[in-house]
C-alpha cells in the first residue's frame, strides 16, 4: 500500500492481468478512470477498485465474452449496485420500492441474456465437436472393416513380417478400435 491505495502495478498483480489491460478497460469505462485526480499524480486504486476489476475479469474469462457484451454486464451491474444503495438508505418510499425492484430485475435479466446466449453458442459448438468426433469415428470403423474385408481375401501378411508369423486383418480391427 502507498499513501491509502494501491498503484496499478500493485493491482495488476494482485489481479494477475497488466497495467496496460487496465489503463485499457478505464478507457472502455469498463472500470472508473481516476479521473480528477492532480496533474503528474498516480492513480490509486481501493479496495472496491481491485474487487470491480476482479469480477471483470472473471466475466471476460468464464464467459467469453466480448468488450461490448462484457460492457453491458458491467453496466448492468453497476446499475444494480447503485440501486441496491438506494435501497438500502432505509428512506425509500414504497413505491419507489418497487420500481428498483423492477430496474434491478430488468438488469438481471439483462445480464441472463449475455449467459444463456453464450451458453447456447458453447453447445453449439460443442454439438459440432461431437459431430465431428462421430464422423472420424465411423470413417476410422469404415477404414477398418475395408482393410479387414481385403486383408481376409487375400490372406496378406503385416508389412515386413515376411512368410513367418503371418497375421491376418482379423487381428488388426481389435487394435484400431481398442485405440478409439
Known sequence: MS????????????????????????????????GG???????????????RLEEVLRLKQLLG????????????????????????????PSGRQREILEEALGHVDRQLELVVQRREEIAGLERELEDKRRRLRARLAE?????????SASRSTWPGSGSQGKKTASSQPAAANSST
Open 37 to 51: 485526480r492532480p496533474a503528474g499524480t498516480h492513480r490509486l486504486y481501493d479496495e472496491e477498485d481491485v474487487s
Open 143 to 151: 477404414l477398418g472393416a475395408s482393410t479387414h474385408a481385403s486383408a
Open 3 to 34: 499513501g491509502g491505495g494501491l498503484r496499478i502495478g500493485e493491482v495488476a498483480a494482485r489481479t494477475g492481468t497488466t497495467p496496460r489491460t487496465i489503463r485499457y478497460y478505464e478507457e472502455l469505462g469498463l472500470l472508473p478512470s481516476g
Open 65 to 92: 465474452v466480448s468488450l461490448e457484451e462484457l460492457r453491458e454486464l458491467v453496466a448492468a451491474e453497476r446499475a444494480r449496485a447503485a440501486l441496491r444503495a438506494e435501497w438500502q438508505a432505509g428512506d425509500t
